[in-house]
């Protein structure tokens, strides 16, 4: 069977821009969510979230390309230039059919769109731009990139709100096993606009803790809702014998997926069905080919509603019993991207094999009732170097993937 | 990639002018247009004022209440269209089964009439930047997220397998049911809903392509206004629809005893790597996902007995499709009979590749080809047979269909008869 592996990693996310960023906040435990600078959210009741810092769009993408594009996609080009870097591959693909770009999207270009709605609706024409219908639409980000990277194989976007993320890297393995070597997966997010703010406010999942400090504690007495966040990480995923022959630097394999539903709406009254979400999880082991006894680290979901934690942790105990490997979440440091959120949970097991670390939990400080499980409280050496990352998607999504760290290298900084 | 083969088991069909499978079927072999003036609301200050709308009535659907205060117009459709493939497939899945079941559905633009009309409330008009989140409906956070569409059908039919939403823009709906295909064929899923879905007629949509004059202006004629490979064709007419098809393994199918409309033979996708909106003259990316999609169905050019044209009726478009049949199928381009249902339906966007697909497996069941309507006169640079006017009774063992859409996206589909009994 085709293997399929990770050569590149781009982060670009509220923990930092690039993957040594990334892995510094990530082992100090440096929470970087804070007030929300892109609009003015005084008037909202949550007004903190993860925003990137200091990004700097022109770096990565010329004018053109960021005047037809929301920053979203602007996200996007750098996440993808930098994984391409990364793993060693030119900005524009030497064999364009070899290679295919599929990330994940939950929605679209919403700066873009809030800008020419009220354009249209308020200005004094009554009309949009140009390129408006090029750049709120879903697929927006996968096809600049696929013109500027001259990314011509089998493209896909996919929309499964937080869990969608995962799912990119699970469709690549089968976009290379089906014959395009080099495949670009992950996502990024950008949700932070007043409208896009105000529609996720509806969701009735967002923290109105006024502390940024202790607004987004998942699994925690005081856990409140989460934080929403921009960014995300997108990875080069290689056929392994592609790999090899050019001397890449592999991170780790992607060696199992799976996904199922709750068939049952998220709302007041729900927590989704564990049952599922475990089945989800047994999926993405039996296709790795491990049982649960192999899994070092577990990157779980970590919605931060109490009643998903409790049953999150129903599901973990479902699968792992009576000795369930480490549980870490680093999702409180940048707050919850959405599919960006579980693609960068994606980056840091990769990055803490390779490192030779796994880091340590940002939450809980105090364990809510009923979500005992054992909470990763320092920094440790990693065992089988299998990582099992979770991710849950608004309305009934169950995504786990489950990846192979590389031996780690020699000579790497802790 | 495992031998397991994926069939059609079930059709179901919301589409302008046909708001069930067989009134669709109907609407199109008889080749009759369902572009109009726009009604959803006045469209006088827009370049573009018509296009083909659905007379689509939630109740009579079968939609619960509940569904209905939930669903944007898009997820409607689809919970229609999936009710009626899977009573079409007569599909009576066990609890075990239900695991094994998934959901694939593809849109273009997901929940825009709702969030347009949610925004006009909670911007009060377009005046204010720091929109009223007090304002906002209780169901505003499923209309940012077109995720909504795979979950709500999901939760219709009690289905545990994976759901997905694919959004590719205008291939859509090729690369959901292609998406799903694969997770068959892959086993992954038994049983798949695979189709799409599509309610883009709002105005932010419509001023958008008016901005680039991508849609037709033919405002005083709007039955006749959707004019694919015509000479005098002006762009294409928006429409709204979706088709959800009953995907199965096989095996799964035949022990059950199903009837079966055709294999999903094969699947092939390309991006051309060229401009957002521009197409290549040449047809290149389109042609290379058509031959992989014969590649994988093991069938030669000249086995193709009908193909379902992308058809948009915009100028470049109806020509680099040309040049891709032509590139792809070689001499054989020149005797397979070419039809665009998007002269009747209009292009509902990442919805019409399932409805294309759909019209797919009824011309295989059926043994009729659907005209291109509107067709008057001969373009020179399209110089294939567009079954003008009038549908054509044929025999239809083989049927291709191909998308192309913003961003680059180049698909093709090819469905197949089954000679005999199901394979196992």
Same mark, same amino acid.
């Given at each position: 069977?085709?293997?399929?592996?990770?050569?590149?990693?781009?982060?670009?996310?509220?923990?930092?821009?690039?993957?040594?960023?990334?892995?510094?906040?990530?082992?100090?435990?440096?929470?970087?969510?804070?007030?929300?600078?892109? =609009?003015?959210?005084?008037? +909202?009741?949550?007004?903190?979230?993860?925003?990137?810092? !200091?990004?700097?769009?022109?770096? $990565?993408?010329?004018?053109?390309?960021?005047?037809?594009?929301?920053?979203?996609?602007?996200?996007?080009?750098?996440?993808?230039?930098?994984?391409?870097?990364?793993?060693?591959?030119?900005?524009?693909?030497?064999?364009?059919?070899? +290679?295919?770009?599929?990330?994940?999207?939950?929605?679209?270009?919403?700066?873009?769109?809030?800008?020419?709605?009220?354009?249209?609706?308020?200005?004094?024409?009554?009309?949009?731009?140009? +390129?408006?219908?090029?750049?709120?639409? $879903?697929?927006?980000?996968?096809?600049?990139?696929?013109?500027?990277?001259?990314?011509?194989?089998?493209?896909?976007?996919?929309?499964?709100?937080?869990?969608?993320?995962? !799912?990119?890297?699970?469709?690549?393995?089968?976009?290379?096993?089906?014959?395009?070597?080099?495949?670009?997966?992950?996502?990024?997010?950008?949700?932070?606009?007043?409208?896009?703010?105000?529609?996720?406010?509806?969701?009735?999942?967002?923290?109105?803790?006024?502390?940024?400090?202790?607004?987004?504690?998942?699994?925690?007495?005081?856990?409140?809702?989460?934080?929403?966040?921009?960014?995300?990480?997108?990875? #080069?995923?290689?056929?392994?014998?592609?790999?090899?022959?050019?001397?890449?630097? #592999?991170?780790?394999?992607?060696?199992?997926?799976?996904?199922?539903?709750?068939?049952?709406?998220?709302?007041?009254?729900?927590?989704?069905?564990?049952?599922?979400?475990?089945?989800?999880?047994?999926?993405?082991? !039996?296709?790795?080919?491990?049982?649960?006894?192999?899994?070092? #680290?577990?990157?779980?979901?970590?919605?931060?509603?109490?009643?998903?934690?409790?049953?999150?942790?129903?599901?973990?105990?479902?699968?792992?019993?009576?000795?369930?490997?480490?549980?870490?979440?680093?999702?409180?440091?940048?707050?919850?991207?959405?599919?960006?959120?579980?693609?960068? !949970?994606?980056?840091?097991?990769?990055?803490?094999?390779?490192?030779?670390?796994?880091?340590?939990?940002?939450?809980?400080?105090?364990?809510?009732?009923?979500?005992?499980?054992?909470?990763?409280?320092?920094?440790?050496?990693?065992?089988?170097?299998?990582?099992?990352?979770?991710?849950?998607?608004?309305?009934? =999504?169950?995504?786990?993937? #489950?990846?192979?760290?590389?031996?780690?290298?020699?000579?790497?900084?802790? | 990639?495992?031998?397991?083969?994926?069939?059609?088991? &079930?059709?179901?069909?919301?589409?302008?002018?046909?708001?069930?499978?067989?009134?669709?079927?109907?609407?199109?072999?008889?080749?009759?247009?369902?572009?109009?003036?726009?009604?959803?609301?006045?469209?006088?200050?827009?370049?573009?004022?018509?296009? %083909?709308?659905?007379?689509?009535?939630?109740? *009579?659907? &079968?939609?619960?209440? @509940?569904?209905r205060r939930r669903a944007d117009r898009y997820v409607q459709f689809a919970l229609a269209c999936s009710a009626e493939a899977v009573a079409d497939a007569g599909l009576d899945l066990t609890d075990a089964e239900r695991d094994r079941a998934g959901v694939v559905l593809g849109t273009a633009v997901g929940g825009t009439m709702a969030l347009e009309q949610q925004y006009v409330t909670v911007s009060d008009t377009g005046r204010r930047w720091l929109v009223d989140a007090a304002r906002g409906g209780r169901y505003l956070y499923q209309a940012l997220v077109p995720s909504s569409l795979a979950a709500d059908v999901a939760c219709r039919h009690g289905l545990h397998g994976p759901a997905q939403v694919v959004s590719t823009g205008c291939t859509s709906g090729i690369d959901a049911i292609g998406y799903a295909h694969q997770l068959i064929a892959d086993g992954e899923a038994d049983v798949v809903l695979a189709g799409a879905a599509d309610s883009p007629i709002s105005p932010v949509t419509v001023a958008s392509f008016d901005a680039i004059k991508a849609t037709s202006p033919d405002n005083d004629d709007p039955e006749h206004a959707s004019r694919p490979f015509d000479a005098d064709r002006h762009g294409f007419v928006l429409a709204e629809g979706a088709a959800v098809l009953v995907l199965e393994e096989a095996g799964h199918a035949r022990r059950r005893g199903a009837h079966v409309y055709c294999e999903v033979a094969g699947y092939g996708s390309r991006s051309n790597g060229y401009h957002m909106t521009g197409l290549r003259p040449d047809g290149l990316e389109m042609g290379l996902a058509i031959s992989d999609a014969l590649r994988q %169905?093991?069938? @030669? /050019?000249?086995?193709?007995?009908?193909?379902?044209?992308?058809?948009?009726?915009?100028?470049?478009?109806?020509?680099?499709?040309?040049?891709?049949?032509?590139?792809?199928?070689?001499?054989?381009?020149?005797?397979?009979?070419?039809?665009?249902?998007?002269?009747?339906?209009?292009?509902?966007?990442? @919805?019409?590749?399932?409805?294309?697909?759909? *019209?797919? @497996?009824? *011309?295989?069941?059926?043994?009729?080809? /659907?005209?291109?309507?509107?067709?008057?006169?001969?373009?020179?640079?399209?110089?294939?047979?567009?079954? /003008?006017?009038?549908?054509?009774?044929?025999?239809?063992?083989?049927?291709?269909?191909?998308?192309?859409?913003? &961003?680059?996206?180049?698909?093709?589909?090819?469905?197949?008869?089954?000679? &005999?009994?199901? /394979?196992?």
């Amino acid at each position: 069977m085709t293997r399929a592996v990770v050569t590149g990693i781009g982060v670009v996310a509220p923990s930092g821009v690039g993957v040594d960023a990334h892995w510094r906040t990530v082992l100090a435990g440096a929470r970087r969510t804070g007030p929300i600078t892109l =609009f003015d959210p005084t008037g +909202y009741p949550t007004r903190h979230g993860g925003e990137v810092p !200091d990004f700097d769009a022109a770096a $990565y993408a010329d004018n053109r390309q960021l005047v037809q594009t929301d920053r979203w996609t602007h996200l996007g080009f750098a996440a993808t230039r930098l994984a391409l870097a990364d793993a060693g591959l030119p900005e524009r693909a030497t064999d364009p059919y070899g +290679y295919a770009v599929t990330l994940a999207s939950s929605s679209g270009g919403n700066l873009f769109g809030q800008r020419e709605l009220q354009r249209l609706w308020g200005g004094p024409t009554r009309t949009v731009g140009a +390129y408006q219908s090029i750049a709120w639409f $879903y697929a927006a980000s996968v096809g600049q990139l696929s013109i500027h990277h001259q990314f011509k194989g089998p493209c896909g976007v996919l929309v499964a709100e937080a869990a969608g993320g995962l !799912d990119s890297l699970a469709h690549a393995v089968r976009v290379v096993r089906r014959g395009t070597p080099v495949v670009v997966a992950g996502a990024t997010e950008c949700p932070l606009s007043p409208y896009a703010l105000a529609c996720q406010l509806r969701s009735g999942l967002l923290s109105d803790v006024a502390d940024p400090a202790r607004a987004y504690r998942p699994f925690d007495a005081a856990a409140s809702g989460y934080l929403p966040a921009e960014g995300g990480a997108v990875f #080069v995923v290689e056929e392994l014998g592609h790999a090899l022959s050019r001397g890449a630097r #592999v991170y780790g394999e992607v060696t199992g997926w799976g996904a199922t539903h709750d068939a049952v709406h998220t709302g007041p009254d729900a927590a989704g069905d564990p049952g599922q979400y475990a089945r989800a999880m047994r999926l993405a082991l !039996d296709r790795a080919g491990v049982g649960p006894d192999a899994v070092d #680290v577990v990157l779980p979901d970590a919605l931060g509603v109490p009643r998903y934690d409790r049953s999150e942790a129903v599901a973990l105990r479902a699968v792992f019993g009576e000795r369930p490997p480490p549980v870490t979440t680093q999702k409180p440091l940048t707050g919850r991207a959405h599919q960006g959120g579980a693609a960068l !949970d994606v980056a840091t097991a990769l990055l803490a094999f390779h490192h030779d670390t796994l880091p340590a939990t940002a939450a809980p400080d105090d364990v809510a009732d009923g979500c005992d499980l054992d909470f990763l409280r320092g920094h440790r050496r990693p065992r089988s170097r299998v990582a099992l990352v979770c991710a849950r998607g608004f309305d009934g =999504f169950n995504s786990a993937l #489950v990846l192979r760290g590389a031996a780690p290298t020699r000579g790497v900084t802790r | 990639m495992t031998g397991r083969r994926t069939v059609v088991t &079930g059709v179901g069909v919301v589409a302008p002018g046909g708001a069930s499978r067989d009134r669709f079927w109907k609407a199109i072999t008889e080749g009759r247009t369902a572009t109009r003036r726009i009604s959803f609301f006045d469209p006088s200050q827009f370049r573009s004022q018509i296009a %083909a709308e659905c007379d689509f009535d939630p109740v *009579a659907a &079968g939609l619960t209440a @509940a569904e209905r205060r939930r669903a944007d117009r898009y997820v409607q459709f689809a919970l229609a269209c999936s009710a009626e493939a899977v009573a079409d497939a007569g599909l009576d899945l066990t609890d075990a089964e239900r695991d094994r079941a998934g959901v694939v559905l593809g849109t273009a633009v997901g929940g825009t009439m709702a969030l347009e009309q949610q925004y006009v409330t909670v911007s009060d008009t377009g005046r204010r930047w720091l929109v009223d989140a007090a304002r906002g409906g209780r169901y505003l956070y499923q209309a940012l997220v077109p995720s909504s569409l795979a979950a709500d059908v999901a939760c219709r039919h009690g289905l545990h397998g994976p759901a997905q939403v694919v959004s590719t823009g205008c291939t859509s709906g090729i690369d959901a049911i292609g998406y799903a295909h694969q997770l068959i064929a892959d086993g992954e899923a038994d049983v798949v809903l695979a189709g799409a879905a599509d309610s883009p007629i709002s105005p932010v949509t419509v001023a958008s392509f008016d901005a680039i004059k991508a849609t037709s202006p033919d405002n005083d004629d709007p039955e006749h206004a959707s004019r694919p490979f015509d000479a005098d064709r002006h762009g294409f007419v928006l429409a709204e629809g979706a088709a959800v098809l009953v995907l199965e393994e096989a095996g799964h199918a035949r022990r059950r005893g199903a009837h079966v409309y055709c294999e999903v033979a094969g699947y092939g996708s390309r991006s051309n790597g060229y401009h957002m909106t521009g197409l290549r003259p040449d047809g290149l990316e389109m042609g290379l996902a058509i031959s992989d999609a014969l590649r994988q %169905a093991r069938l @030669a /050019p000249e086995q193709v007995s009908y193909i379902s044209a992308h058809g948009s009726g915009t100028r470049q478009n109806d020509r680099h499709e040309t040049a891709a049949f032509k590139r792809a199928l070689g001499p054989a381009a020149y005797r397979v009979p070419i039809s665009s249902i998007k002269s009747m339906v209009g292009h509902s966007l990442g @919805a019409i590749g399932s409805i294309e697909m759909a *019209a797919c @497996a009824l *011309a295989i069941e059926f043994g009729v080809v /659907p005209p291109t309507a509107n067709w008057a006169t001969r373009d020179p640079e399209c110089d294939l047979d567009y079954v /003008p006017n009038e549908a054509r009774e044929l025999p239809v063992d083989v049927a291709l269909s191909v998308g192309s859409g913003f &961003g680059g996206f180049q698909s093709a589909m090819v469905f197949r008869r089954l000679s &005999g009994a199901v /394979p196992a």
